[in-house]
């Protein structure tokens, strides 16, 4: 920047050196400088973006994860009750045990204690309501019995399905078994 005096000549402006061309050389190093700046802040950028977007991803994996370890801890105590009616009486109550703050949805009926004592399939006998979840699919925790030992899983919504709809035609399957015999009476 210069300014301009009356007698014509040109000064350069206060507090700045005087203004001399950039040689050639000068003026590539300059130029690759400012390319090597851009690339670094371009390649920042992006770098930044991806361990943001890779950060969300393992966060809500990470929740998923975890309300899905919530849900079954949350079956520990009824698990354990159910169990022990199992063992002391041979069959399981007719009234499920008492969840924390929800109820299940499902809990077997009689014809359905019936069954479980009669297959050797694990059978599904309490059902918490679905949970939606980010990542991971929507589930829910069951309980299944095979073998007079309960367990707590978590299944996915299609999974459950499939066994669900398996299961009631097992049990339809063993209805139709069991009203086609004929009554034996004492």
Known sequence: MTQAHT????????????????TPAEERASLLYQMAR???????TILLALT??????????RRDKTIIEMRLQMLTGPLAQL?????QLGWL????????????????????RHYVYQTSDPVIIAVTAPVPMVLLGDGRAVIVYHNRKLEAK??????????????HEKLEEFEQQRQAQPIDLP
């Open 7 to 22: 007698s014509g000549e040109t000064r350069p402006a206060r507090g700045l050196p005087p203004f001399e061309p950039k």
């Open 154 to 167: 978590w299944m996915s919504v299609s999974s459950f399905e499939k066994a669900w709809d398996r299961q």
């Open 52 to 61: 943001a977007v890779a950060l969300c991803f393992f966060v809500a994996w």
């Open 93 to 112: 109550p007719a009234q499920p045990p008492e969840l924390n703050n929800e109820a299940f949805t499902y809990y077997v009926s009689d014809s359905d």
């Open 38 to 44: 851009r690339r670094w802040v371009f390649r920042t």
């Open 83 to 87: 169990q022990a009616q199992v063992d």
